[in-house]
């Protein structure tokens, strides 16, 4: 078993920066990928940002695109999601998720759908202000 759990979030003025962080415990955790998704009050959730364990590879949705920066610290089984230039859009509860090797048996690695992820974190809280 695999747990995730997530840090880093809070209130914040736009034009702001927070910096989250989710940390993998368990003595499973191997995974390929990880990723950031986020949910808004009354919308569905939503992919954020991914990247490859290895680190050669980041996906992002296009409107986080040059303020958000993912990337992962193998040695603390950790990822992080750089936060810049908040707007109030980006307010939302957001997840971690990772994809264990060997867990997504489709023919595509498309990073930003919800059911390539086997494990997730129970979300923190971002909230951007006007």
């Known amino acids: 078993q695999v747990q995730l759990v997530e840090s880093g979030g809070g209130l914040v003025q736009a034009g702001g920066s927070l910096r989250l962080s989710c940390a993998a415990s368990g003595r499973v955790f191997n995974p390929n990928a990880m990723a950031w998704f986020r949910q808004a009050p009354g919308k569905e959730r939503e992919f954020v940002a991914a990247?490859?364990?290895?680190?050669?590879?980041?996906y992002y949705r296009d409107s986080v695109k040059g303020r958000f920066t993912i990337s992962r610290d193998t040695a603390k089984n950790t990822v992080y999601l750089q936060m810049n230039s908040l707007k109030p859009e980006d307010t939302a509860v957001y997840f971690c998720?990772?994809?264990?090797?060997?867990?997504?048996?489709?023919?595509?690695?498309?990073?930003?759908?919800?059911?390539?992820?086997?494990?997730w974190g129970q979300g923190t809280q971002v909230t951007v202000s006007s």
């Open positions: 990247i490859r364990w290895s680190g050669l590879s980041t």
């Open positions: 998720a990772s994809r264990s090797i060997g867990y997504y048996t489709g023919t595509t690695y498309y990073y930003n759908r919800e059911n390539e992820y086997d494990y």
